[in-house]
């Protein structure tokens, strides 16, 4: 399986009215913890790849938005956190 690199950038919104927490990527259906700012994932590079990011705060999830992203597109998307711990969040590529 060839792979590739994935540039996500993962914004908090300066008025958050929530504090310490951090985003929940999931790649393929598996999760892994991340940290707002830029960061890079390892996607495949021969087929679709179904990105996800959300928030979690002991309580519920929230703040999820979905992406796919597929062989040919740009290898930069950002996510866009909530300003209130409910609603969702948005996805995009750049």
Not at 28 to 37: K, L, N, Y
Not at 65 to 85: I, K, R
Request: aromatic share 12%; no cysteine; proline share 7%.
């Amino acid at each position: 399986m060839t792979t590739r690199r994935l540039e996500l950038t993962l914004h908090k919104p300066w008025f958050a009215l929530y504090w310490g927490l951090r985003p929940t990527v999931v790649i393929a259906g598996r999760g892994h913890p991340a940290q707002w700012g830029t960061g890079t994932w390892q996607v495949r590079a021969d087929g679709e790849t179904v990105l996800s990011v959300y928030l979690f705060n002991r309580a519920w999830r929230f703040g999820r938005a979905q992406l796919t992203v597929g062989p040919t597109e740009p290898l930069a998307v950002s996510y866009s956190g909530p300003m209130l711990a409910i609603g969702p969040g948005s996805l995009h590529l750049d």
